[in-house]
């Protein structure tokens, strides 16, 4: 089966820039959760969406960071305005009964 | 709410020798365990999960680790290092939450450094 998909691979922005992050879910996984892993750290769970609603966004920063999943498929990740600190790999994953697959990730880095 | 705690940060280690990799866990549920591996600029790799079936699980390329609820802990083992190892492992618990769904909760790491 194809795995979870994730674009762009790569992204350079200035601060106060905006940008979007594309994740494509395997097919018929339920649940999908976007990641930020900052340089030395373990992977921290941004949102959960179940279909195409949310379950956790607890660690969101709302004031800059959106995600919305349309139909229950794709989904994307926003930030606007970017920070420095927002530097990091941002990985997509989706999951179906305790089978967790993980996308090879966005890397931003913001100067 | 659930938590993991890997207790090293860095594991240094000559090839050919065991692997120890110590991680300890919190969950108000029982919780699905699991190992990943990433290697430098690559993604994550699951080597192995515990999903309460046999407490001794045993991943790829010679990994195993045993769940041990009594210490609340999911160590990671290899009888042999090899030089392909060298990366960095992440211990990670899968648990109920309160909004009724499941999440990853990780580690924050361990790198593994094998010396010739």
């Known amino acids: 089966e194809a795995g979870v998909a994730q674009s762009p691979r790569y992204k350079i922005i200035e601060k106060r820039q905006s940008v979007a992050f594309w994740c494509n879910p395997i097919s018929g996984h339920a649940t999908l959760y976007w990641y930020q892993q900052i340089l030395g750290q373990g992977p921290k769970l941004l949102i959960q969406f179940q279909n195409n609603g949310v379950v956790d966004d607890s660690q969101l920063p709302k004031d800059r960071f959106s995600a919305e999943r349309l139909k229950g498929v794709d989904s994307t990740l926003k930030i606007q305005p970017a920070k420095l600190e927002d530097s990091a790999v941002y990985l997509c994953a989706s999951s179906w009964d305790r089978g967790y697959t993980f996308g090879s990730g966005t890397r931003l880095t913001v100067v | ?116």
């Open chain 2, 1 to 116: 709410a659930q938590s993991v705690t890997q207790l090293d940060s860095h594991v240094s280690v000559s090839e050919g020798t065991p692997v120890l990799l110590r991680c300890n866990y919190s969950s108000s549920y029982s919780p699905s365990l699991f190992w990943y591996v990433q290697h430098p600029n690559k993604g994550l790799q699951l080597l192995l999960k515990y999903t309460s079936a046999a407490t001794l699980v045993k991943g790829i390329n010679g990994f195993e680790a045993e769940f041990k609820k009594s210490e609340t802990s999911f160590h990671l083992t290899k009888p042999s290092a090899h030089m392909s190892d060298a990366a960095e492992y992440f211990c990670v618990v899968s648990a109920l939450m309160n909004s009724g769904y499941s999440t990853l909760t990780f580690g924050k790491g361990t790198m593994l450094l094998v010396s010739p």
